[in-house]
């Protein structure tokens, strides 16, 4: 009941949020949340550390962003299509790379995202280093006008609660079980008569998807996609908000990314510090705060509660 009430108070600050904040600032924040949940699933659950996951979140966004301007499709169209290629490369990068473990995964992930930013900067339809411009938003089920910023952050706020949903739906199930079975001692799964690689690579196209979906959706926040969106800083971003908020919990990344995103907003005016001081947080998250934001208060709090022996023994 706790929980449920929660859940109904945080369901209101958002639907009222815009009306104190600027409304691209939170759909910003949401696209994150949706991109570090991905990367969460993978590396949190399945143990996989992808250097490279900013390949199928800028892939999904260029995608969404060219069947908007060229073809004219509905949102929800474009979301769909951006998500469903993005999972379609996450199958092929899994099926390539999850053979292998550790920092050899983690490099070839971000070989192949490194071609795959070759790819885009020579393609014609991506604008090179211009990047594709004035995306438009067409209408959300060719009904809805979404156009206004005001109207569109409800669409984000709708997608992105979906997609958490999904995210707790798959981490609390028989395959998030098992996931976390993998990641903790692979060879015993095995023996178990499971194939761990077909694990990972259904992990690695859920993930893969989840970031094609916040992809698809920033470059209609933004209206624009660029190469930044695939290059490696991006991958790094998602890699702080994780370890930030807490690696392998639910709410976690979720926290990282809105702190992130928010100190990124506060630092923009310092140009290049702003990466100075995103190296600097992760330093100390570190060495401090190994858990993370969540895992620590988590931890805190198990210690501080009183146990029911306890009071037990003190009874």
């Known amino acids: 009941m706790t929980r449920t009430l929660w859940l109904g108070l945080l369901l ?10 600027y409304p691209v600032l939170l759909m910003s924040i949401l696209c994150f949340v949706i991109f570090a949940s991905s990367f969460n699933l993978l590396l949190g659950y399945a143990g996989l550390l992808c250097f490279g996951h900013a390949m199928f979140f800028g892939t999904a966004a260029y995608v969404a ?6 073809y004219g499709v509905s949102v929800e ?23 292998r473990s550790g920092i050899q995964f983690a490099m070839i992930t971000l070989a192949i995202s490194q ?6 900067l020579q393609a014609e339809f991506t604008g ?10 067409s209408t959300l089920f060719g009904i809805f006008d979404v156009s206004d910023h005001m109207a569109f952050y409800y669409v984000t706020l709708t997608v992105a609660v979906l997609a958490v949903a999904f995210f707790y739906r798959v981490v609390h199930s028989p395959f998030g079980e098992i996931l ?16 761990p690689e077909r694990y990972k690579i259904l992990a690695m196209t859920l993930s893969a998807g989840l970031a094609g979906l916040a992809g698809a959706l920033k470059a209609m926040v933004f209206q624009f996609a660029t190469l ?15 370890l930030l ?14 702190i992130v995103i928010l100190m990124n907003d506060e630092l923009a005016q310092f140009g290049e510090w702003a990466l100075i001081a995103q190296g600097v947080i992760l330093l100390l998250v570190i060495i401090f705060f190994r858990r993370g934001v969540v895992g620590e208060v988590s931890a805190l709090w198990r210690r501080l509660r009183p146990s029911p022996d306890r009071n037990q023994d003190r009874g």
């Open 115 to 120: 071609f795959v930013y070759f790819l885009l």
């Open 228 to 242: 930044t969106d695939v290059s490696w800083p991006i991958s790094a971003e998602v890699i702080l908000m994780t």
């Open 245 to 258: 908020g807490g690696l392998g919990t639910l709410t976690g990344p979720m926290l990282g990314a809105g």
């Open 77 to 99: 169209v474009a979301l769909i299509a951006g998500t469903l290629l993005s999972a379609a490369m996450g199958y092929v990068v899994g099926i390539i790379s999850v053979r």
């Open 128 to 137: 090179g280093e211009d990047g594709m411009q004035r995306i438009p938003r």
């Open 180 to 195: 976390r079975a993998i990641r903790d001692n692979e060879p015993r799964v095995e023996s178990l008569g499971f194939r």
């Open 65 to 70: 962003g060219y069947l908007l301007k060229t």
């Open 12 to 21: 209101v600050a958002l639907i009222a949020a815009p009306l104190a904040i």
